[in-house]
């Protein structure tokens, strides 16, 4: 059994990995709490596709080197964060339409510009679904450095984040900078994004900031507490996740993703039976 | 570090103006006040004040302008013409204003328990980048002694009653600091005990001063709760006591077809209000 769990890490890029996608799902599950509170999984989702063109470009401009690649990702996704957040409060249609023609016109944009290349189906398939087992000893510093950075922002405006949330009106009757602080957390989806892009990339993106957070929101009934259990409920999928990658020899993003969901489905099922045992009882 | 200083003072933030009270001017004063939305008015050329203390009750049909008003006193609507005053100041430095929302419109699955609420009232004289002190939960458990929800402090707020859940916005509204509580329609869906146990703690705010809004639709207890009663259909109808603004002239001109007029007992008036949820009130 230890010879079961031993073997895969000892590969330095078994161990990178994983420190990458544990790191990974604790940023994105703490941050993600906010997403689900606030009903911005579209947004979350959206923005993790309008990346593309910007990993494009990046990727056009460097002849494929990877190095870059993580400049012109954060570039992309804090521009296209603030140009979401500003098409969405002045146009005159509706959030979430003005989301979907944004983000599927970037989508395309990128691979339109990833497919002016030859080797396109690997890279655009990398860039789609992650590729955690060739993270390098920079990639890692830089997911450490930025991860940690949001981690640090979301506990200074702990308390002004969580009022936003609950009661917008609140905000304003305190004089709270509203604007300012809803920028904040956008950016900080960005960069949330950015650095989970290699572990689980664009397309599963929304996953890790949504369902290690809804499960822990079926758990508790205190904010922190819904971020701590999410933090945990993800580095746990992350690592469980990839030994299965290893094992199975399935998609690494993929299986992270399949595990975060195996366990909301059984909280789910089992918090609803509690419920329906509970009301029986009484 | 001054910039920081800048940062966290609530009162010299570079984002919100500081606005001083001035202890002579009414707690309220609003002048020829229309906000205009693009379907139309939704509230006409408004003039009235508030004493500090006072208890108004605000009555009127559904679609009568009573949330914008609040809205705009607490400053998170922008009039489109007119002046309102808080103390002497225009609205958007202040934060002795509380805003008590509809329960209706509350996300009560909120991971939040009652005492973390009652707190985000402290949010504002805390400023960016401080957290709680010992001061500050000392604060939240006196205004939650004040409204009889101590032992309910670490519950979810989804597990308090109705009544509860209005008298935790009020120990927030406390916790804030408030001077002036507006409060949107905290009588619907509570029964007659929960209203009694509202209009007790309310009776409480009004013994230490607290100047009191409160948008309803019962025209009865209007006049019998409340220092001053205002008849509102996007247009002032009337202001005053319960005597003088209630009567059947003015409140056809308010409520016009949503108003029943029926010759009750002992030369009583009993009237209908079709948008009430639940139907009928008396009015002698």
């Known amino acids: ?282 | 570090m001054a910039f920081l200083d800048r940062f966290r003072n609530p009162n010299l933030t570079f984002l919100a103006h500081p606005h001083p009270h001035s202890p002579d001017k009414p707690i309220l004063k609003v002048e020829g006040l229309t906000v205009a939305y693009d379907s139309g008015a939704a509230l006409d050329n408004l003039t009235f004040e508030l004493q500090r203390g006072e208890r108004l009750a605000v009555v009127g049909p559904n679609g009568a302008g009573k949330s914008t008003l609040f809205k705009v006193i607490a400053g998170v609507l922008r009039p489109s013409r007119g002046l309102v005053e808080v103390a002497g100041h225009e609205p958007g430095g202040h934060i002795c204003i509380a805003y008590v929302p509809q329960r209706t419109q509350v996300d009560w699955s909120f991971p939040a328990t009652v005492a973390d609420v009652v707190m985000m009232g402290r949010t504002g004289k805390l400023g960016l980048l401080r957290w709680p002190t010992h001061h500050d939960y000392q604060l939240v458990r006196q205004a939650l002694d004040t409204v009889r929800l101590l032992d309910l402090a670490d519950r979810q707020i989804q597990q308090l009653s109705g009544g509860q859940q209005q008298r935790m916005f009020i120990a927030r509204a406390l916790a804030q600091e408030a001077e002036l509580i507006l409060m949107d329609e905290p009588l619907t869906g509570l029964d007659s005990r929960a209203q009694e146990e509202l209009f007790s703690v309310l009776e409480l705010l009004h013994s230490q001063g607290v100047t009191v809004m409160v948008a309803l639709h019962d025209l009865k207890i209007a006049g019998e709760r409340f220092d001053r009663v205002m008849l509102l259909n996007r247009r002032l109808v009337g202001i005053g006591s319960a005597e003088t603004v209630l009567n059947p002239a003015q409140l056809v001109d308010a409520y016009g077809s949503h108003l029943r007029l029926l010759p009750g007992v002992d030369g009583t008036l009993a009237l209908g209000d079709s948008c009430c949820d639940d139907g009928e009130h008396d009015h002698a």
């Open chain 1, 1 to 282: 059994m230890l010879e079961v769990l031993l073997q895969p890490l000892q590969y330095p890029f078994m161990l990178r990995g994983m420190a990458a996608a544990v790191l990974v799902g604790i940023v994105c599950a703490v941050l993600g709490a906010y997403v689900v509170l606030r009903g911005m999984a579209f947004f979350g989702d959206a923005l993790a596709h309008a990346i593309l063109p910007g990993l494009a470009v990046g990727y056009l401009v460097g002849g494929g080197a990877r190095e870059p690649l993580f400049w012109w990702a954060m570039g992309t996704a804090v521009v296209s964060s603030l140009g979401i957040g500003a098409v969405s409060r002045t146009a005159r249609i509706k959030e979430d339409t003005a989301i979907g023609i944004i983000f599927a016109g970037m989508f395309a944009l990128g691979i339109a510009l990833i497919s002016s290349v030859r080797s396109y189906t690997v890279d655009l398939a990398h860039f789609l679904f992650g590729d955690v087992l060739g993270v390098g000893t920079q990639d890692l510093l830089l997911t450490a450095v930025f991860g940690g950075l949001v981690l640090v922002v979301v506990f200074l405006f702990y308390k002004e984040f969580m009022i936003l949330a609950f009661d917008p009106v609140l905000a304003a009757t305190l004089r709270l900078p509203a604007r300012l602080l809803d920028n904040i957390l956008i950016v900080l989806i960005a960069v949330a994004i950015v650095v989970s892009l290699q572990t689980v990339g664009v397309a599963l993106m929304v996953a890790m900031l949504v369902t290690p957070a809804a499960t822990a929101y079926l758990l508790t009934r205190r904010l922190w507490k819904m971020m701590a259990l999410a933090a945990a409920i993800a580095a746990v999928s992350a690592v469980i996740g990839l030994y299965l990658s290893y094992y199975f020899n399935v998609a690494s993003g993929a299986a992270i993703v399949l595990t975060c969901t195996t366990a909301f489905i059984i909280v789910w099922v089992a918090t609803s039976l509690n419920r329906r045992i509970r009301a029986v009882a009484r």
